[in-house]
């Protein structure tokens, strides 16, 4: 479904659709007051579930339909033309776009698939994004997160799928800091921890 | 915490992993074709060494890949890790 | 004397007020509280555990056997010791009699954990851990030092040496300034390391502002837990003095040389006015000169040594002594230390026996020599050596990528540590492939050969009593010799027969000591008795600082659904399930949980409830071979389902017990959703994963987890259609174009939804499915007609059981296969195979006594069974036989054995059958229908009746409305 096509409907209920760290906007909002440390949620962003076998022509045709390439090398993220394209695992990536292009771009990988055996999942709201940015981001995940994210070893381009605290996470390096993608249920907590962790760098 | 090399992703810490048991148990083709007792053995008996012990392990937090290791279950050296259905490495 | 008799002349600093033991107390900021009371001329600052003995400080480090305290304020804390606390005004303790209290009040501190990587973790900034950190570091490498103190240095700091021209102590604060100033280089002070584990993970415990009491910025973490992976690691932990086994060696005044000159000279304290030292190798000789020139009078070295001999020749201490006027008694032991609660006097005697005399001193130094601190290199794996020089063992082999440099690694004087911790350095970079840097070793002054020491563990005596080997759990030289006489030959078992080794400072000072004493008793080499199994933490954590921010509400994640901030605003209790917070029910003003229940399933049962069904696992099932996958999983077919429809399927793990249930939906030809129980959501997609990727990697099947994406409210009761029709009118809702088991896109109150008609109460219902956005205002539309009631899982629970419906996990325990459940329909005959199959056919699948799922009535309908119940079957103890009136019940259970015959699984209160009602799992269960057993509960027998498992409705009359 597309934003558009439900949101005037919708309207006489009072809400709408409702992002699941949303409430959480305001005390992001203070916590990155102090410039050091900056917490958001990006809301509704596209996510597709994409698997196939990255040595078919489908994914090949895939690829070039999005206009980006579905990496193979574990943990890279390639990006064109508004997509990025996360390496989740051999055979599977996560395919994010724009809010209300699921429909879309399901329909052009299925028709890249030409009848290869290829699966495409709408999971937009499967999990939110969560920005933490700042000078001071990687401390504040380094706190929860394991892997070594020294910009040599985990830089911008970068995607890992860990644990951050008792979550599991798709963690993407940006220019600026990290999206952390949550699962929607645990995104409540995610915002909790992150808040608290974020405490002495608030500067 | 081991560092366990993840064919795919590298190494990561053991907390990202779930432990599968012993490696290259495969399910029998026909299970009807079996006795009870060696159905029994394929649903209840493992190797127990003391040494060197192929074992499977998912990147459960991760790429979610299941894979084999090689680990000394004496000292927790895994000597080698390898893709499912690859055969198991030679040690030396 | 002066206003300060027991602090050094000259030393000045900012004064801390302190209260210790009811006693205001100044102390100057740089002091622990050790030195703070050393200072004040306190001597006595514990007592000991078990024989309540008057104790003083002994060390001047983390290696502290007694001057064990509490502090009181700023915040209570037990059980520290007194050398390691920094003080800091306002700083309120006690001394402990070995036991400490928690606090009765909520920490207020957080506590923190971080995780960091480095090339080179070098532990403890003594000379060969700067100098092994300052090689790696200015090549490059990620360099993280840490060490225990405030101030870097390490042994340097209690000593007059100097290092390239400088004071020891400046030397060492100016190379960690250099250090700190590089870009991947991490000092971490005040940061001990606990724990050295597999693959060089190092774990660290920073205190952050304990130093600071009441000064603490509130928003920092108190103490901080450094979880390291390292590349490499050198072990530069230094050592620890020990002492030597005579009578009193536990008095308050006697005390280990090395640490006396640390307080000379570090802290600028004097630990007494006059000294005996005895001593059984050189480094006591430094420490004797130090105090003297420090001011206290060195009465007499006691050396055990006997004359000097070849070996002696270069030996230069008896000259520095004799300029001093010191005299040294060679071959000489400290028999006793004399004094009533304190030390008096020390009785000297020549180890030949005759001549004794007793010189009156308040201060007893000892130097039992030197054990190298191997804790952590043997933690991670690595063999120990006993080394002949030493008298102690010292690192040897490990699997590890770490090695031992300085003193740990046995290297005793400072220019060699200097010149073994620059090569450590060296070696790190050259394994992690940093070329060979060229490595300049600081310059020291010449030091005086060093003599070979004596390995001495006791000075003999006929009463052993007051020989202690370890001062923490008064442990003496007599129970060791009790142990040994038992037969004990094993360093292992005499600690734990005696206890020595197992307080708070796990045998710093005396474990060596202790295989030493065990050694001299049987007469062995104490190289071959080796030493007790060292193990984390090298020094006590506080669990605040192991939880850190996984406390209160961050303990464990709390999932939730998008609906959940309505639940939370109706009042709703909420159940925990796995992870997720669930409705449990929703209380009207002036209800309990009993009426809350029943009204929500009368409501259900009679008109139409609404619950959030979100938490339900989700799994996208893609590809060509999805339908024969399905089939391999579930007991009964999948790929017969036509699209559109809906079948409910049982997963059994391979031995044939049931794992899991839920529901198919096919979507298109290639395509399926199924559902799993909340639990076991990603259970079943690992489940999944794990046969595609190792058994059956030529199957055409993709899996995807959608949880999340979907939120779900089931919508129940005769009433259901109709709120369903008013919410979705493009929806065609009769029975005939939506039947049972089918499912149905659509608009539900503007909003694309996927409707199932499936049913887990009985009653006519409907599941609708919206991307979980949506999911609070598919909610809101749906309790906007005002006719619908929420419910919650309680009510769920009691609709399903009535049923007969069983839950995975509630209902099973993975001991369950299908048929004791009673659903022989669901187990396919007609598929070739199906995980778990082959199983039906063992012989303990068809046992007769297997435990069946069956329905229990209590006889008196208002008794609740307690889920988990057993269940017993007559005879029982009773006056009555079981068949009489059943008024006339038994009240006691036969002697044992009693054979349980199964235990109750759910237990409710049902609104439909106005009575109390239970499922159960029971031995032969099926062939029991109508047979009376009881369920113990307390003191009571509680008779009930077996019944069908399915109680309400079973001929399914009411799933369309």
Not at chain 2, 3 to 26: K, N, S, T
Not at chain 3, 425 to 448: D, Q
Not at chain 3, 590 to 614: N, P, T
């Given at each position: 479904?597309?934003?558009?096509?439900?949101?005037?409907?919708?309207?006489?209920?009072?809400?709408?659709?409702?992002?699941?760290?949303?409430?959480?906007?305001?005390?992001?909002?203070?916590?990155?007051?102090?410039?050091?440390?900056?917490?958001?949620?990006?809301?509704?962003?596209?996510?597709?579930?994409?698997?196939?076998?990255?040595?078919?022509?489908?994914?090949?045709?895939?690829?070039?339909?999005?206009?980006?390439?579905?990496?193979?090398?574990?943990?890279?993220?390639?990006?064109?033309?508004?997509?990025?394209?996360?390496?989740?695992?051999?055979?599977?990536?996560?395919?994010?776009?724009?809010?209300?292009?699921?429909?879309?771009?399901?329909?052009?990988?299925?028709?890249?698939?030409?009848?290869?055996?290829?699966?495409?999942?709408?999971?937009?709201?499967?999990?939110?994004?969560?920005?933490?940015?700042?000078?001071?981001?990687?401390?504040?995940?380094?706190?929860?997160?394991?892997?070594?994210?020294?910009?040599?070893?985990?830089?911008?381009?970068?995607?890992?799928?860990?644990?951050?605290?008792?979550?599991?996470?798709?963690?993407?390096?940006?220019?600026?800091?990290?999206?952390?993608?949550?699962?929607?249920?645990?995104?409540?907590?995610?915002?909790?921890?992150?808040?608290?962790?974020?405490?002495?760098?608030?500067? | 915490?081991?560092?366990?090399?993840?064919?795919?992703?590298?190494?990561?810490?053991?907390?990202?992993?779930?432990?599968?048991?012993?490696?290259?148990?495969?399910?029998?083709?026909?299970?009807?074709?079996?006795?009870?007792?060696?159905?029994?053995?394929?649903?209840?008996?493992?190797?127990?060494?003391?040494?060197?012990?192929?074992?499977?392990?998912?990147?459960?937090?991760?790429?979610?890949?299941?894979?084999?290791?090689?680990?000394?279950?004496?000292?927790?050296?895994?000597?080698?890790?390898?893709?499912?259905?690859?055969?198991?490495?030679?040690?030396? | 004397?002066?206003?300060?008799?027991?602090?050094?002349?000259?030393?000045?600093?900012?004064?801390?007020?302190?209260?210790?033991?009811?006693?205001?107390?100044?102390?100057?900021?740089?002091?622990?509280?050790?030195?703070?009371?050393?200072?004040?001329?306190?001597?006595?600052?514990?007592?000991?555990?078990?024989?309540?003995?008057?104790?003083?400080?002994?060390?001047?480090?983390?290696?502290?056997?007694?001057?064990?305290?509490?502090?009181?304020?700023?915040?209570?804390?037990?059980?520290?010791?007194?050398?390691?606390?920094?003080?800091?005004?306002?700083?309120?303790?006690?001394?402990?009699?070995?036991?400490?209290?928690?606090?009765?009040?909520?920490?207020?501190?957080?506590?923190?954990?971080?995780?960091?990587?480095?090339d080179v973790?070098v532990?403890?900034?003594?000379?060969a851990g700067i100098a092994a950190a300052g090689v790696a570091a200015r090549a490059g490498a990620?360099v993280?030092l840490?060490?225990?103190?405030?101030?870097?240095?390490?042994?340097?700091?209690?000593?007059?040496?100097?290092?390239?021209?400088?004071?020891?102590?400046?030397?060492?604060?100016?190379e960690?300034?250099?250090l700190?100033?590089?870009?991947?280089t991490?000092?971490?002070?005040?940061?001990?390391?606990?724990?050295?584990?597999?693959?060089?993970?190092?774990?660290?415990?920073?205190?952050?502002?304990?130093?600071?009491?009441?000064?603490?910025?509130?928003?920092?973490?108190?103490?901080?837990?450094?979880?390291?992976?390292?590349?490499r690691?050198v072990?530069?932990?230094?050592?620890?003095?020990?002492?030597?086994?005579?009578?009193?060696?536990?008095?308050?005044?006697?005390?280990?040389?090395?640490?006396?000159?640390?307080?000379?000279?570090?802290?600028?304290?004097?630990?007494?006015?006059?000294?005996?030292?005895?001593?059984?190798?050189?480094?006591?000789?430094?420490?004797?000169?130090?105090?003297?020139?420090?001011?206290?009078?060195?009465?007499?070295?006691?050396?055990?040594?006997?004359?000097?001999?070849?070996?002696?020749?270069?030996?230069?201490?008896?000259?520095?002594?004799?300029?001093?006027?010191?005299?040294?008694?060679?071959?000489?032991?400290?028999?006793?230390?004399?004094?009533?609660?304190?030390?008096?006097?020390?009785?000297?005697?020549?180890?030949?026996?005759?001549?004794?005399?007793?010189?009156?001193?308040?201060?007893?130094?000892?130097?039992?020599?030197?054990?190298?601190?191997?804790?952590?290199?043997?933690?991670?794996?690595?063999?120990?050596?006993?080394?002949?020089?030493?008298?102690?063992?010292?690192?040897?082999?490990?699997?590890?990528?770490?090695?031992?440099a300085?003193?740990?690694?046995?290297?005793?004087?400072?220019?060699?540590?200097l010149a073994d911790g620059a090569e450590a350095g060296r070696r790190a970079l050259t394994?992690?492939?940093f070329?060979a840097p060229g490595v300049t070793v600081p310059?020291?002054?010449?030091?005086?050969?060093?003599?070979?020491?004596?390995?001495?563990?006791?000075?003999?005596?006929?009463?052993?009593?007051?020989?202690?080997?370890?001062?923490?759990?008064?442990?003496?030289?007599?129970?060791?010799?009790?142990?040994?006489?038992?037969?004990?030959?094993?360093?292992?078992?005499?600690?734990?027969?005696?206890?020595?080794?197992?307080?708070?400072?796990?045998?710093?000072?005396?474990?060596?000591?202790?295989?030493?004493?065990?050694?001299?008793?049987?007469?062995?080499?104490?190289?071959?008795?080796?030493?007790?199994?060292?193990?984390?933490?090298?020094?006590?954590?506080?669990?605040?600082?192991?939880?850190?921010?996984?406390?209160?509400?961050?303990?464990?994640?709390?999932?939730?659904?998008?609906?959940?901030?309505?639940?939370?605003?109706?009042?709703?209790?909420?159940?925990?399930?796995?992870?997720?917070?669930?409705?449990?029910?929703?209380?009207?003003?002036?209800?309990?949980?009993?009426?809350?229940?029943?009204?929500?399933?009368?409501?259900?049962?009679?008109?139409?409830?609404?619950?959030?069904?979100?938490?339900?696992?989700?799994?996208?099932?893609?590809?060509?071979?999805?339908?024969?996958?399905?089939?391999?999983?579930?007991?009964?077919?999948?790929?017969?389902?036509?699209?559109?429809?809906?079948?409910?399927?049982?997963?059994?793990?391979?031995?044939?017990?049931?794992?899991?249930?839920?529901?198919?939906?096919?979507?298109?030809?290639?395509?399926?959703?199924?559902?799993?129980?909340?639990?076991?959501?990603?259970?079943?997609?690992?489940?999944?994963?794990?046969?595609?990727?190792?058994?059956?990697?030529?199957?055409?099947?993709?899996?995807?987890?959608?949880?999340?994406?979907?939120?779900?409210?089931?919508?129940?009761?005769?009433?259901?259609?109709?709120?369903?029709?008013?919410?979705?009118?493009?929806?065609?809702?009769?029975?005939?174009?939506?039947?049972?088991?089918?499912?149905?896109?659509?608009?539900?109150?503007?909003?694309?939804?996927?409707?199932?008609?499936?049913?887990?109460?009985?009653?006519?219902?409907?599941?609708?499915?919206?991307?979980?956005?949506?999911?609070?205002?598919?909610?809101?539309?749906?309790?906007?007609?005002?006719?619908?009631?929420?419910?919650?899982?309680?009510?769920?629970?009691?609709?399903?059981?009535?049923?007969?419906?069983?839950?995975?996990?509630?209902?099973?325990?993975?001991?369950?296969?299908?048929?004791?459940?009673?659903?022989?329909?669901?187990?396919?005959?007609?598929?070739?195979?199906?995980?778990?199959?082959?199983?039906?056919?063992?012989?303990?699948?068809?046992?007769?006594?297997?435990?069946?799922?069956?329905?229990?009535?209590?006889?008196?309908?208002?008794?609740?069974?307690?889920?988990?119940?057993?269940?017993?079957?007559?005879?029982?103890?009773?006056?009555?036989?079981?068949?009489?009136?059943?008024?006339?019940?038994?009240?006691?259970?036969?002697?044992?054995?009693?054979?349980?015959?199964?235990?109750?699984?759910?237990?409710?209160?049902?609104?439909?059958?106005?009575?109390?009602?239970?499922?159960?799992?029971?031995?032969?269960?099926?062939?029991?229908?109508?047979?009376?057993?009881?369920?113990?509960?307390?003191?009571?027998?509680?008779?009930?009746?077996?019944?069908?498992?399915?109680?309400?409705?079973?001929?399914?009359?009411?799933?369309?409305?």
């Amino acid at each position: 479904m597309t934003a558009e096509s439900v949101a005037g409907s919708v309207a006489e209920f009072a809400i709408g659709r409702r992002s699941p760290a949303a409430a959480y906007a305001a005390r992001f909002a203070a916590a990155s007051a102090g410039g050091a440390i900056r917490l958001a949620e990006i809301p509704f962003l596209t996510h597709l579930n994409v698997r196939a076998d990255p040595a078919s022509p489908a994914a090949e045709r895939i690829g070039a339909a999005l206009g980006v390439p579905l990496p193979v090398e574990p943990g890279v993220v390639t990006e064109g033309g508004g997509l990025s394209v996360l390496w989740l695992g051999p055979d599977e990536w996560l395919v994010v776009g724009p809010d209300g292009a699921a429909r879309e771009l399901t329909e052009r990988i299925r028709d890249a698939a030409a009848g290869e055996h290829v699966s495409v999942v709408d999971v937009s709201a499967q999990r939110t994004t969560l920005v933490v940015a700042g000078e001071r981001a990687r401390d504040v995940l380094a706190h929860g997160c394991a892997l070594d994210l020294h910009p040599r070893e985990f830089g911008p381009g970068r995607c890992a799928q860990t644990l951050l605290a008792r979550t599991g996470v798709v963690l993407v390096a940006v220019e600026d800091g990290f999206h952390v993608l949550v699962r929607s249920s645990f995104a409540a907590y995610a915002a909790e921890w992150l808040l608290d962790a974020s405490v002495e760098y608030r500067g | 915490m081991l560092l366990i090399a993840c064919p795919w992703c590298g190494p990561r810490d053991e907390a990202e992993f779930h432990y599968g048991g012993q490696a290259h148990v495969a399910h029998p083709e026909d299970p009807a074709a079996l006795s009870d007792e060696e159905w029994a053995r394929y649903l209840f008996f493992r190797d127990n060494p003391k040494g060197l012990f192929a074992e499977r392990w998912s990147h459960a937090a991760g790429c979610r890949r299941w894979f084999n290791a090689v680990r000394d279950t004496a000292t927790n050296e895994i000597h080698a890790v390898y893709r499912a259905g690859e055969p198991r490495p030679v040690i030396t | 004397m002066s206003g300060r008799p027991y602090r050094r002349e000259g030393v000045t600093g900012r004064v801390l007020r302190f209260r210790f033991d009811g006693r205001d107390l100044e102390g100057l900021a740089g002091d622990t509280l050790a030195s703070a009371l050393l200072a004040n001329g306190v001597r006595t600052v514990a007592s000991s555990v078990r024989l309540g003995r008057p104790r003083g400080v002994y060390a001047a480090g983390c290696e502290e056997p007694n001057a064990v305290v509490q502090i009181e304020e700023p915040f209570p804390e037990p059980m520290l010791t007194a050398t390691t606390v920094e003080l800091y005004d306002g700083l309120v303790a006690t001394g402990l009699p070995g036991r400490g209290r928690l606090a009765d009040r909520p920490d207020p501190a957080r506590y923190d954990a971080v995780h960091t990587h480095c090339d080179v973790l070098v532990v403890g900034a003594g000379p060969a851990g700067i100098a092994a950190a300052g090689v790696a570091a200015r090549a490059g490498a990620r360099v993280i030092l840490a060490d225990e103190r405030p101030e870097p240095g390490g042994g340097l700091l209690g000593t007059t040496e100097t290092v390239d021209g400088r004071p020891g102590r400046a030397w060492a604060s100016a190379e960690i300034a250099a250090l700190t100033a590089l870009p991947d280089t991490r000092v971490l002070r005040r940061t001990t390391v606990i724990g050295h584990y597999d693959d060089n993970y190092v774990v660290a415990v920073e205190r952050r502002t304990n130093h600071l009491g009441a000064a603490a910025p509130p928003g920092m973490a108190r103490e901080r837990v450094w979880r390291i992976r390292a590349k490499r690691v050198v072990l530069a932990t230094g050592g620890h003095e020990r002492f030597v086994a005579f009578a009193g060696n536990d008095l308050p005044g006697v005390m280990l040389a090395g640490a006396a000159r640390t307080y000379v000279n570090q802290y600028g304290v004097l630990p007494g006015r006059r000294a005996v030292v005895f001593t059984t190798n050189d480094t006591a000789y430094a420490a004797a000169l130090d105090l003297a020139d420090a001011g206290i009078e060195i009465a007499a070295v006691a050396d055990v040594r006997r004359e000097p001999g070849s070996a002696w020749a270069d030996w230069a201490w008896a000259d520095r002594c004799a300029e001093r006027g010191i005299e040294v008694l060679t071959g000489h032991v400290v028999t006793a230390a004399k004094g009533e609660g304190e030390v008096t006097g020390a009785e000297i005697a020549p180890r030949s026996g005759r001549g004794t005399r007793e010189v009156a001193a308040d201060l007893l130094l000892v130097s039992g020599g030197w054990t190298p601190v191997a804790h952590l290199f043997s933690q991670a794996g690595g063999t120990l050596r006993y080394d002949e020089g030493l008298g102690a063992f010292v690192p040897g082999e490990t699997r590890q990528a770490a090695e031992a440099a300085g003193f740990a690694a046995g290297v005793t004087t400072l220019r060699d540590c200097l010149a073994d911790g620059a090569e450590a350095g060296r070696r790190a970079l050259t394994a992690l492939g940093f070329g060979a840097p060229g490595v300049t070793v600081p310059v020291v002054e010449e030091e005086p050969a060093n003599a070979p020491a004596e390995h001495l563990w006791l000075v003999e005596s006929g009463d052993y009593g007051t020989h202690f080997v370890d001062l923490q759990r008064d442990v003496t030289v007599a129970e060791v010799l009790r142990a040994t006489g038992a037969g004990l030959t094993s360093v292992e078992h005499v600690k734990r027969y005696t206890t020595a080794g197992t307080a708070h400072d796990q045998g710093k000072t005396s474990g060596l000591l202790t295989s030493g004493v065990v050694a001299h008793a049987l007469g062995v080499d104490v190289a071959g008795l080796g030493t007790t199994t060292f193990r984390a933490p090298y020094t006590p954590v506080s669990f605040a600082a192991l939880a850190g921010r996984d406390r209160g509400p961050l303990h464990d994640p709390v999932r939730v659904a998008a609906m959940h901030e309505w639940h939370v605003a109706r009042g709703a209790l909420f159940e925990n399930v796995g992870q997720w917070k669930r409705p449990w029910y929703y209380p009207r003003p002036g209800e309990d949980m009993g009426a809350a229940v029943l009204r929500e399933c009368a409501a259900v049962r009679e008109g139409v409830g609404a619950m959030d069904a979100s938490t339900l696992g989700k799994i996208d099932v893609v590809g060509p071979d999805a339908g024969v996958f399905l089939d391999r999983l579930y007991t009964n077919m999948m790929s017969t389902l036509k699209v559109g429809s809906i079948r409910y399927g049982v997963m059994c793990r391979p031995d044939g017990m049931v794992f899991d249930d839920g529901t198919a939906i096919r979507l298109a030809d290639d395509r399926y959703l199924v559902t799993t129980t909340t639990g076991n959501a990603a259970a079943v997609l690992d489940w999944m994963e794990e046969w595609l990727q190792t058994e059956w990697p030529d199957l055409r099947v993709r899996c995807t987890s959608v949880t999340e994406q979907w939120a779900t409210v089931a919508l129940a009761g005769p009433r259901s259609r109709e709120v369903l029709a008013a919410l979705a009118p493009g929806l065609a809702v009769g029975n005939a174009d939506f039947p049972f088991m089918t499912w149905r896109d659509a608009e539900v109150a503007g909003i694309e939804a996927r409707v199932c008609r499936i049913s887990f109460s009985g009653e006519l219902a409907y599941e609708i499915n919206v991307s979980s956005w949506y999911g609070l205002a598919l909610w809101e539309a749906v309790m906007a007609s005002g006719e619908v009631t929420p419910y919650g899982t309680e009510t769920m629970h009691v609709l399903r059981a009535e049923k007969g419906y069983p839950i995975v996990g509630q209902d099973t325990d993975g001991t369950v296969t299908p048929q004791d459940l009673g659903m022989e329909w669901i187990v396919s005959k007609k598929k070739a195979d199906f995980v778990g199959r082959r199983s039906y056919a063992r012989a303990d699948t068809s046992r007769p006594d297997r435990r069946h799922l069956v329905g229990l009535l209590p006889e008196d309908p208002g008794v609740l069974l307690p889920e988990g119940a057993h269940l017993v079957s007559a005879p029982v103890a009773g006056p009555v036989a079981p068949t009489a009136r059943p008024t006339a019940r038994p009240t006691a259970l036969a002697a044992p054995p009693v054979r349980a015959l199964g235990f109750v699984t759910s237990s409710y209160r049902s609104a439909a059958l106005g009575r109390t009602f239970a499922l159960a799992l029971v031995s032969g269960g099926r062939g029991r229908v109508g047979e009376r057993l009881y369920a113990p509960v307390g003191d009571d027998l509680v008779p009930v009746t077996v019944t069908s498992h399915v109680l309400y409705d079973p001929e399914g009359a009411r799933r369309d409305g």
